[in-house]
Structure formats: C-alpha cells, structure tokens
C-alpha cells in the first residue's frame, strides 16, 4: 500500500505565499508521476500541477508563473510552491501518486483559504 501525508495549508491573504508538502511512504517504487489537484466549494476536482519521476513538470494555466511542483527524491516529498495567491485558489488540495490508470493513490487532502 502507498500513503500520502499532505501538509503546509491554512489560511493566507491575497497575495501571500504557502508551501504544500506531500510525503510519501509504503510501495512507492517506480512511481510514474506525481500531481496537485485541487477542489473548490462545488466545482469538480482539478490538475494543480504534476511533475514526471523524470523531473518534467507541467502546470495548469491558471497558476503558470505563480505555482511550482518539485520533488524530493531522497525525502520522497512532492512540494507544491504557491505565490501571489488568488482567492479563487480556495480549495481542498490533494496529493496524488500515479503508476497506472488501475493503480493510483490519493492524500487525505489540506485546505487552502485565500481571503481578499
């Protein structure tokens, strides 16, 4: 079994800044990919950003320049920098480690609560 431990949400004004930590542990070998997703109040979960066990990354276009994924191997971690936040950055963020359509596991989610 894999577990995914997130960390690092909270409430944060406009414009400020947090860091989303993932931790990883369980049978995590040969992980494919590694994503932030994200779900607002009434609005169908979303991709964050994702990075490849390569390193490749990609980020949604509504936080291109203001959000980062990095990846820790040695910690097993995924981090997801968040700048300049939005109020509509509002949501329940999520981990996710992926190997196959049939084997995927998600955290248990943080809140992120940007106020105007």
């Known amino acids: 079994q894999v577990r995914l431990v997130e960390s690092g949400g909270g409430l944060v004004q406009a414009g400020g800044s947090l860091r989303l930590s993932c931790s990883a542990s369980?049978?995590?070998?040969?992980?494919?990919?590694m994503g932030w997703y994200r779900q607002a109040p009434g609005k169908q979960r979303e991709v964050v950003a994702t990075?490849?066990?390569?390193?490749?990354?990609n980020h949604a276009d509504s936080v291109k320049g203001r959000f980062t994924i990095s990846i820790d191997n040695a910690k097993n971690t995924v981090y997801l920098q968040m700048n300049s936040l939005k109020p509509e950055d509002t949501g329940v963020y999520y981990c996710?480690?992926?190997?196959?359509?049939?084997?995927?596991?998600w955290g248990q989610g943080t809140q992120v609560t940007v106020s105007s």
């Open positions: 996710n480690a992926y190997w196959s359509p049939l084997r995927n596991f």
């Open positions: 369980g049978s995590i070998a040969g992980i494919n990919l």
């Open positions: 990075i490849t066990s390569g390193g490749n990354t």
